[in-house]
């Protein structure tokens, strides 16, 4: 049997999406050796489109790290969203009080693009299609990471630590023994008919409360828009044809003349939040969708990304200058304790925009409770305040 290639690096960081790449550039910086894995092709990668808002607390790491002007790359948000009860239009400041940089409209696709570029043309060890990933030896001081790239070849890296990057379902968390981790789930009972169309996009960020059920209409590029709309759990995308989509859109935005075009991607989900305590085992350290899913409600999964992304890249920093292990040490308690935060804020956003709008999983009292919580937003300054300090990305 042929031996694996073996190699030695600091870090091994698994997956390429924003938060292993963040977390890869930002070790970068630092001077500290690493080497990361993807599993999906190059090309793969740059084609998932999600979440397009990174949060003031984001823009102002990166800014700190001297990469925002690279990075980010989209326009920086002027901080209103509009929400519509039944059609009714009213605006709110997400960002009254904050002070800090404007939240940035950057696409994850374009982040993750600009994250790409900027790694490896500063000679970054980026290898796409390693296939049979594989993590050994966690407990140890010099753990393991074997796979094959795309000729077959094996590898095998040996490293001090290793950051788990690579999603929900990735080999990561997998590689933790049974019984180390404590799995805390939630279901929301609710799904969404997510649809990416060549639309042009709203001037602001667009939420719709509507007793038809919820509905959203974000940009995803200067040309393209991506839809949301609340359907019954279990629903599928057949469930939907073309012309179904545009009436309720139109319906639930309120918008009789809202213009169709041509659906590219079409896709139905579940709205769940998960949380993974602790957030390491051994010299595994997870970040991102690794540790933690949350419900989009609040644009919050991958900015929450680039938070653990940060404070594990700090603390391998400062093993690594000083040897001081206390940030690493302290990882998953930080690290949590944003965690539950914005699980909490995305719930209850996820609760008061649905339970505004069609009460027929919840009830005509628990509609008047949450139009209730609504209206205080934008009537109540501190409400609007507790708000956007959240949306923001503090707190």
């Known amino acids: 049997m042929t031996q694996p290639v073996r190699e030695s690096t600091r870090v091994v960081v698994v997956g390429a999406g924003p938060a292993g790449l963040t977390v890869a550039t930002l070790l970068q910086g630092a001077g500290v050796p690493c080497t990361v894995l993807e599993q999906r092709s190059r090309a ?30 989209g326009a920086p948000s002027n901080g209103v969203l509009e929400i519509r009860t039944e059609g009714e239009r009213r605006f709110l400041r997400s ?12 696409p994850q696709q374009v982040l993750v693009g600009n994250l790409i570029q900027e790694f490896t043309d500063r000679g970054g060890d980026l290898r796409f299609e390693a296939s ?3 993590l050994a030896g966690l ?33 990561s968390r997998a590689s933790v023994p049974e019984g180390e981790l404590t799995a805390y789930p939630f279901d929301h009972g609710i799904a969404w008919l997510t649809v990416l169309a060549d639309v042009p996009p709203p001037q602001h960020p667009l939420l719709a409360v509507n007793s038809r059920g919820y509905a959203a209409h974000f940009a995803r590029g200067p040309r ?19 012309d179904r989509v545009w009436e309720q859109v139109r319906a639930r935005l309120g918008d ?6 041509p659906i590219t991607e079409k896709e139905v989900f579940s709205l769940r939040s998960v949380v993974h305590e602790p ?16 419900s989009p409600m609040g644009g919050k999964g991958m900015n929450l990304a680039l938070y653990d992304a940060e404070v594990f890249a700090r603390a391998v920093r400062d093993f690594t200058a000083r040897g001081d292990m206390s940030g690493l040490d302290a990882y998953s308690p930080t690290c ?36 209730a919580r609504l209206d205080r937003l934008f009537s109540s300054p501190p409400a609007a305040a507790a708000f956007a300090e959240l949306m923001a990305g503090f707190g």
């Not at 960002?95 to 950057?106: H, Q, R």
């Not at 393209?224 to 073309?242: A, V």
């Not at 009789?256 to 075009?261: C, F, N, R, T």
Request: charged content about 25%.
């Open 44 to 73: 793969r990668v740059l084609q998932r489109q999600r979440a397009g808002i990174v949060e003031t607390r984001a823009v102002r790491m990166f800014q700190e790290y001297g990469l925002a002007d690279r990075v980010l790359g």
């Open 224 to 242: 393209t828009s991506r839809f949301y709309l609340q359907c019954p759990p279990g629903t599928r995308t057949e469930d939907w044809p073309d």
């Open 256 to 261: 009789k003349e809202l213009v169709a075009g």
């Open 336 to 371: 949590l304790h944003r965690t539950w935060n914005y699980q909490e804020f995305s719930r209850w956003m996820t609760e008061m925009l649905h339970d505004a709008g069609d009460d027929s999983r919840t009830g005509p009292f628990r509609r008047r409770l949450a139009r």
């Open 95 to 106: 960002d009254a009080g904050v002070d800090g940089p404007a939240p940035s409209l950057c």
């Open 132 to 134: 049979e990933v594989s």
């Open 139 to 171: 407990a140890g001081p010099r753990p393991t990471v074997g796979y094959r790239d795309p000729s077959g070849t094996a590898y095998e890296i040996s490293c001090e630590f290793v950051a788990g990057c690579d999603g929900d379902h990735g080999v």
């Open 279 to 294: 957030m390491s085992y051994g010299r595994l350290y997870l970040v991102g969708d690794a540790a933690h899913v949350v």
